[in-house]
């Protein structure tokens, strides 16, 4: 059987990927085939490890997008804050601006307000990360350890499948060797046949 | 918000006509109230058609019966997990944005209308005042919607632990 034909028949049994709206199935798919094809002629069970590895991946990339995503939060409430105590600014309208900011497709009104808060608040963009790291450090430790633990998950599915990978080239071996010492006795046997007979 | 015997007593007397449910669906739908994902509750992955499926599978690849059954009934399980975890990840407790954002100084006259139909006192548009700027903490230290997803799929890990640790002993011992 096929390595895909392999894991779509896997796949129904261990639930089909569960992606987030914005999220590419197609990119999932690809890390998945990629993986498959390190392994020579994987077994199904080889192939259910691999697509749990695969989705462990796919968690780290969540998590670590949750991280940037935590920072732009704690930087949107600082500088809606604008240097006070208090909000000055709205924040839903900062965080826009900030994120538009930031990944350089701000248009000139959102790049104005940024700057003038940023002014207001004797900051530059990298004292208000630092600032922003320091105040979303519990959430952002929380996220730390999400991302460890699908580390260790991946470690415990790698030697999983190492094992697996093994025990079938074992398995594959003692075969080839069973064969082996099976011909020879039958070619040992025609011979003695033939001494006797002679 | 001032306290009253009377109004305590009737309140007592009237807590104490609630029983609960009586009929049987309604105490086993009650029996779940507290239930958040499920991951503590035992399965029967045995009698499932997948749990057959999975079995056959792996027996192809010279495991013996009983191995086949502990690793499709520990993939079953991390499956279990991890698709509690999606789930907690997609749904986290919302933002309350009218909380999150109100301004508590800016709307003590609107707390003041609001009780002096009562007859309360300055003392209560205080009270008020402070509690509502109590909720706001609470609900500004949750944090938005990724730091809420963040803390509730956090308190998976260790059944994510245990459920890689159980699958992993499987397939390495098998």
């Known amino acids: 059987m096929p390595v895909e034909d392999k894991s779509k028949s896997l796949l129904p049994f261990l639930s089909s990927p569960k992606l987030l709206p914005d999220e590419s199935e197609a990119e999932f798919q690809l890390g998945l085939q990629s993986l498959l094809s390190e392994l020579d002629n994987p077994s199904p069970l080889a192939v259910a490890l691999i697509s749990q590895l695969n989705e462990s991946l796919w968690w780290i990339k969540r998590h670590t997008k949750d991280k940037e995503l935590l920072l732009h939060e704690a930087m949107a409430r600082l500088l809606s804050k604008g240097g006070s105590y208090i909000e000055r600014y709205n924040n839903r309208e900062v965080s826009a601006a900030l994120e538009h900011y930031l990944d350089g497709r701000a248009d000139e009104d959102e790049a104005a307000l940024i700057d003038v808060i940023l002014a207001e608040s004797k900051l530059t963009l990298s004292d208000l990360r630092v600032r922003a790291f320091k105040d979303a450090a519990k959430h952002i430790k929380l996220v730390d350890d999400l991302i460890h633990r699908q580390h260790q998950t991946m470690r415990h599915l790698q030697r999983s499948i190492d094992s697996v990978d093994y025990k079938s080239r074992l398995i594959k071996r003692m075969d080839l060797e069973l064969a082996a010492l099976e011909s020879k006795q039958s070619v040992q046997g025609a011979l003695t046949l033939d001494d006797k007979s002679s | ?174």
């Open chain 2, 1 to 174: 918000m001032t306290t009253n015997p009377l109004r305590n007593h009737a309140n007592r007397c009237n807590a104490l006509k609630s029983t609960g449910p009586r009929s049987v669906a309604g105490k086993r739908a009650s029996s779940q109230n507290s239930r958040k994902h499920g991951l503590n509750s035992p399965l029967d992955f045995e009698s499932s058609s997948e749990f057959q499926t999975l079995v056959n599978l792996i027996a192809e690849e010279g495991f013996s019966a009983c191995v086949c059954a502990d690793i499709a009934a520990a993939l079953l399980n991390y499956r279990r997990v991890m698709d509690a975890y999606y789930e907690t990840y997609i749904s986290p407790e919302p933002v309350d944005e009218f909380m999150h954002d109100m301004d508590v100084t800016a709307s003590t006259p609107i707390f003041k209308e609001l009780l002096s139909s009562s007859g309360s006192k300055r003392q209560d548009v205080r009270k008020m005042a402070t509690f509502f700027a109590h909720m706001q903490r609470q609900e500004r230290r949750k944090g938005g919607l990724v730091s809420r997803r963040s803390a509730d799929t956090h308190k998976l890990i260790r059944y994510q632990r245990n459920g890689i640790a159980r699958l992993s002993r499987a397939v390495r011992h098998g």
